[in-house]
T-cell receptor, first 111, second 114 residues
């Protein structure tokens, strides 16, 4: 079983749609959680951290359910520029800084 | 100028050749990492270094070696390249104690081993 699992998609949605991605992680000792964004053939970049209380950044909302070992990312009012691959990432130990990546979920927003 | 740079950006080589990928950073971070990315597998950690004298294996270190020549430089070597090392390689940096463990990635090196 992969440590971090995501549905690879692709998710094809029209502009303005709301889309949600899910991610599950296997290690209950995981401490920190993130969503990274990766544009085609480019490097990953941090989109947002995920906190236990849930957090929002503009059109993006991230939630964490530790009991179910589940992380989600909600994108409202999708833009063409949101088209990318979204990587779910966890760390086991904040001291080491080692990140464990899911394979990514691809989003394609259509006009 | 980019904060994390990688050279070369693209490389095609033959089986058995020795290859070195280089990474430099101007962010002043102490931690550096090498990943490879394959379709359907996500990013996997090859090696990581917390400072010049501290180098650690990641989950897929076999067939690779690294050198941390200075705080700003971290090189990845393939001593004898094989076709299944064809992948996109990323270098990344982070700062110890940085609360959210954010890693900053270089632009990647696309390596093809024939």
């Amino acid at each position: 079983r992969k440590e971090v699992e995501q549905d690879p998609g692709p998710f094809n949605v029209p502009e303005g749609a709301t889309v949600a991605f899910n991610c599950t992680y296997s290690n209950s000792a995981s401490q920190s959680f993130f969503w990274y964004r990766q544009d085609c053939r480019k490097e990953p970049k941090l989109l947002m951290s995920v906190y236990s209380s849930g957090n929002e950044d503009g059109r993006f909302t991230a939630q964490l359910n530790r009991a179910s070992q589940y992380i989600s990312l909600l994108i409202r009012d999708s833009k063409l520029s949101d088209s990318a691959t979204y990587l779910c990432v966890v760390t086991i130990s904040s001291n080491t800084g080692k990140l464990i990546f899911g394979q990514g979920t691809t989003l394609q927003v259509k006009p | 100028d980019a904060d994390v740079t990688q050279t070369p950006r693209n490389r095609i080589t033959k089986t058995g050749k020795r290859i070195m990928l280089e990474c430099s950073q101007t962010k002043g971070h102490d931690r550096m990492y090498w990943y490879r990315q394959d379709p359907g597998l996500g990013l996997r950690l090859i090696y990581y270094s917390f400072d010049v004298k501290d180098i650690n294996k990641g989950e897929i270190s076999d067939g690779y070696s690294v050198s941390r020549q200075a705080q700003a430089k971290f090189s990845l070597s393939l001593e004898s390249a094989i076709p299944n090392q064809t992948a996109l390689y990323f270098c990344a940096t982070s700062r110890r104690g940085f609360a959210n463990n954010e890693q900053f990635f270089g632009p990647g090196t696309r390596l093809t081993v024939l």
